[in-house]
């Protein structure tokens, strides 16, 4: 089994930062990617960052210029850095991983999603 610990959610004000982390363990053979993806409220969970295990990033437009995802493939870690935070980038924020386990011989590819984080943006 693998786990997903997000953690670095709070309370900020519009222009402020946070860095968000998630760390997988468990029965892990390797990670093709991981990334973070947010969800307000009435809203459709949608793509924030991701990363491969090479290290290629993809961003939302959204969010492109303020935050950073990074990845430390030795503690099979991500971070997002989250600068110049808007009200509008208000969410929980969910770490989702893919990654090959091995069972019963056979590798194969699993979906993993963390349990979430609120980021606030407000006054």
């Known amino acids: 089994q693998v786990q997903l610990v997000e953690s670095g959610g709070g309370l900020v004000q519009p222009g402020g930062s946070l860095r968000l982390s998630c760390a997988a363990s468990?029965?892990?053979?390797?990670?093709?990617?991981m990334g973070w993806y947010r969800q307000a409220p009435g809203k459709q969970r949608e793509l924030v960052a991701a990363?491969?295990?090479?290290?290629?990033?993809n961003y939302a437009d959204s969010v492109k210029g303020r935050f950073t995802i990074s990845g430390d493939n030795t503690k099979n870690t991500i971070y997002l850095q989250m600068n110049s935070l808007k009200p509008e980038d208000t969410a929980v924020y969910y770490c989702?991983?893919?990654?090959?386990?091995?069972?019963?011989?056979?590798?194969?590819?699993?979906?993993?999603w963390g349990q979430g984080t609120q980021v606030t943006v407000s006054v």
């Open positions: 468990g029965s892990i053979y390797s990670i093709k990617d």
């Open positions: 989702k991983a893919r990654i090959e386990m091995v069972r019963a011989g056979a590798q194969s590819l699993y979906l993993y």
């Open positions: 990363i491969t295990s090479g290290g290629t990033t």
